[in-house]
């Protein structure tokens, strides 16, 4: 299938890489052209613009790092628009805000094109080896369109229904509720290592009982050793979903006090460590705050 790729950062590189193994004919775009390089050298095409990336494709997908990013790469002379012929599928990978996925679906509608929102859960390991979680909504007939190269990039795909912003919100509580496990782990660490036991103790107690868990397991050991250096998910990410969960949790009128917590974890972290941590590093914040 002829498909187009806009954004080559940790996951979306790892993500295109899958499709263009997959046997699909694939133009690239990134902001910084150099990150295409080791896609090119596979097979893929660079494209010089978002416009040329969408141009003449079947099916074009954007892994973008906020609502912003995504708006720049649509719009313009040269944008995503302006290439994706009529009937033509744009799928949005990236987190968004569920007023951005509303609005993004209209636009598309009215220019006769078709739009799915898509996001992932997993970090860039995990889109690597293709075993991301895939969460959809969109037309039924475009899920089926795209389902069989998003099982190409991940171990399960969820379909939510034909409005394409439900997958935004479902994304958002997701990542809310990996933020709170953490939050839990590392509170739990920071209290059994004042005590005397030390983290990976407690981790193998947990996991080994009650919370043999994909999630516990990959964030309790990078919790226990302390790896949040490369980030695989940067802190200012977690705290822009934070805030897009906020958005909606405000306008359906729904209190999330946990929320608060967590955004003002990410917050101290970022102003203590800076913007290139992991997100999980919350747990020095809960260490700095437990005189650890």
Not at 176 to 186: D, H, Q
Not at 214 to 240: C, D, Q, S, V
Request: with cysteine.
């Amino acid at each position: 299938m002829r498909i187009g790729f806009i954004g080559l950062g940790n996951m979306g590189a790892n993500i295109a890489a899958n499709l263009v193994r997959a046997g699909h004919e694939a133009a690239v775009w990134n902001r910084t052209a150099g990150k295409a390089r080791t896609l090119v050298d596979a097979g893929a095409t660079l494209a010089k613009s978002p416009k040329a990336a969408a141009t003449g494709r079947d099916i074009v997908f954007t892994m973008l790092a906020d609502d912003a990013a995504l708006d720049a790469v649509i719009a313009g002379d040269e944008g995503l628009l302006a290439g994706l012929r009529p009937a033509a599928l744009h799928v949005s990978l990236s987190t968004i805000a569920v007023a951005t996925a509303d609005r993004i679906a209209a636009t598309h509608l009215a220019l006769g094109q078709h739009f799915l929102c898509a996001p992932v859960f997993g970090r860039p390991a995990a889109a690597a080896a293709a075993k991301l979680f895939v969460v959809a909504a969109g037309d039924a007939a475009d899920f089926q369109a795209v389902n069989p190269l998003l099982g190409a990039i991940g171990q399960r795909v969820f379909y939510l229904g034909t409005t394409p912003s439900a997958a935004s919100l479902v994304k958002l509580c997701g990542n809310f509720m990996i933020l709170s496990a953490i939050e839990a782990m590392g509170e739990a660490m920071a209290l059994a290592e004042k005590g005397g036991v030390a983290k990976q103790q407690l981790l193998e107690v947990l996991t080994g009982s009650l919370f043999d868990a994909p999630l516990y397991r990959t964030y309790g050991a990078i919790l226990a050793e302390e790896r949040f250096r490369p980030a695989g998910f940067a802190a200012p990410l977690g705290l822009k979903d934070m805030r897009l969960a906020g958005q909606s949790a405000e306008a359906l009128r729904v209190p999330m006090p946990l929320l608060s917590v967590l955004r003002d974890h990410l917050l101290q972290v970022i102003a203590q460590e800076g913007e290139e941590i992991d997100w999980s590093a919350i747990a020095q914040a809960i260490n700095k705050n437990a005189g650890l």
